[in-house]
């Protein structure tokens, strides 16, 4: 089946500071990931959508300049929070489908904490 | 409104129990439906599709009603290992720079009690 792998699960840094997660789809080729936040007892928030050669969307209110996306390649994307602040403190999970008609497979995602 | 509603919960239910979950959406447009299941600090995991028929998966049932705009999922004989958040997922196909973009219901709870 279809696997997504997310990178690292879980970060700890300094406020001020940069942190980069990475996605990967490691069977399938996928021209579209989707990147989400999910806060405690909360459910999962589309914050934009990656698109391989292009720029990513947003939704809004999802900054940017703050959550910078690249994806240069159809296996990879990247999430970059910039200048990280506590409240950037979250679940965040990425997804990508190798077939449209099919369900999405998400990464095992990443928990950030920013001190 | 919310484009995906779901009855939070928590539902606390016994082994063997039969509990079922519903959902609305909101955009009559919405092209495909899911369940997915969420374990505590964990990713969401795909338990099934839901299909204009119904359709049946072990103990999990997966109805859709496209004229009310709900959906439901049905568990029967239910097992410790079934507690878990339960999100209602649809696919709206809203332009988003993509084909496709799912929205999340908010999740309901299902604790399985011995």
């Known amino acids: 089946g279809a696997v997504v792998s997310q990178h690292p699960s879980r970060v700890i840094c300094k406020s001020g500071t940069s942190v980069k997660i990475e996605c990967r789809s490691l069977d399938f080729q996928a021209t579209t990931m989707f990147w989400y936040r999910q806060f405690p007892k909360q459910s999962l928030m589309l914050m934009a959508t990656?698109?391989?050669?292009?720029?990513?969307?947003?939704e809004q209110g999802v900054e940017k300049d703050k959550f910078l996306i690249n994806h240069a390649s159809l296996t990879l994307s990247t999430l970059t929070v910039t200048s990280a602040h506590p409240e950037d403190s979250s679940f965040y999970i990425c997804s990508a489908s190798p077939e449209l008609a099919h369900g999405y497979t998400f990464g095992s995602g990443t928990r950030l904490t920013v001190v | 409104r919310k484009e995906v509603e779901q009855d939070p919960g928590p539902f606390n239910v016994p082994e063997g129990a039969t509990v079922a979950f519903n959902c609305t959406y909101s955009?009559?447009?919405?092209?495909?439906f899911f369940w997915y299941r969420q374990d505590c600090r964990k990713e969401p995991k795909l338990l099934m599709s839901v299909y204009s028929s119904g359709n049946e998966d072990g103990r999990f049932t997966a109805q859709l009603n496209r004229a009310s705009q709900y959906i439901s999922l049905l568990i029967r004989d239910s097992k410790l290992s079934d507690s878990a958040t339960y999100l209602c997922v649809v696919n709206s196909g809203a332009p988003s720079g993509s084909a496709r973009q799912l929205t999340f219901g908010s999740g309901t709870q299902l604790t399985v009690l011995p």
């Open positions: 955009n009559s447009a919405s092209q495909s």
């Open positions: 990656s698109n391989e050669g292009s720029k990513a969307t947003y």
